[in-house]
Every structure is written in structure tokens, then in C-alpha cells.
């Protein structure tokens, strides 16, 4: 990962942790942040609580051009960025609102 994206993968963090802990602004646990960065798209994954996006790793990248590609096509979204990078593996369908660990 580039050092460029960490800065702003951390602000995204400790946005979506301020905004997960404020009751008037979720409902219950969850809530989506995403990010768009140089072609990546950072999604909070399915399940976990915004309130605890900066103790917990729930970012999965995945490439923009691939997810178009999937949409365009209607096929499940196989995350080639993260297989490329050796960070773990996870099952998603195109149809769900947020990606599962």
C-alpha cells in the first residue's frame, strides 16, 4: 500500500469511529463509509460497528475499475486487489450493501 493512502485511510477511521459513536447520527451499530483513492474503493465491511472503525481492521480495498467491470457485467466481485496483496480473502456479492470479513 502506499504510504499516501495511509493518512487518509486513518482519517476515514477516525471519521466513521466519531460518527458511529454519536447516537444521533446511526441507527443501532451500524452505518457504510467508503473512500475512493487512487482507483480503490475502501469499504466498511458488513457487520462491523463504525464506533469502533480506529480499534478494528474493517477497510477492504477493491478496485474501482472492478467493481464497474462487475456491475456492467452482473458477476460477483472477486477481489483481485487483495489477493495481490496478500491481505486476507472474503466473500461478496455485488447485490450486498457491504463486504463481509
Not at 477493491?62 to 466481485?77: D, G
Not at 456479492?93 to 457491504?98: D, F, K, L, V
Request: aromatic share 4%; charged share 25%; glycine share 6%.
Amino acid at each position: 500500500m502506499r504510504k499516501s493512502v495511509q493518512p487518509r485511510l486513518l482519517s476515514l477511521r477516525d471519521l466513521s469511529a466519531r460518527v458511529g459513536s454519536d447516537p444521533l447520527l446511526v441507527q443501532a451499530s451500524n452505518g457504510n463509509t467508503s473512500m475512493k483513492l487512487d482507483g480503490i474503493v475502501w469499504i466498511k465491511a458488513s457487520g462491523k460497528w463504525l464506533a469502533h472503525a480506529t480499534q478494528e481492521e474493517m477497510f477492504l480495498p477493491l478496485e474501482l475499475a472492478e467493481v464497474k467491470e462487475s456491475i456492467q457485467k452482473n458477476t460477483e466481485i472477486v477481489p483481485r486487489f487483495a489477493q495481490k496483496h496478500g491481505l486476507r480473502p472474503w466473500s461478496t456479492r455485488r447485490q450486498s450493501a457491504g463486504v463481509r470479513l
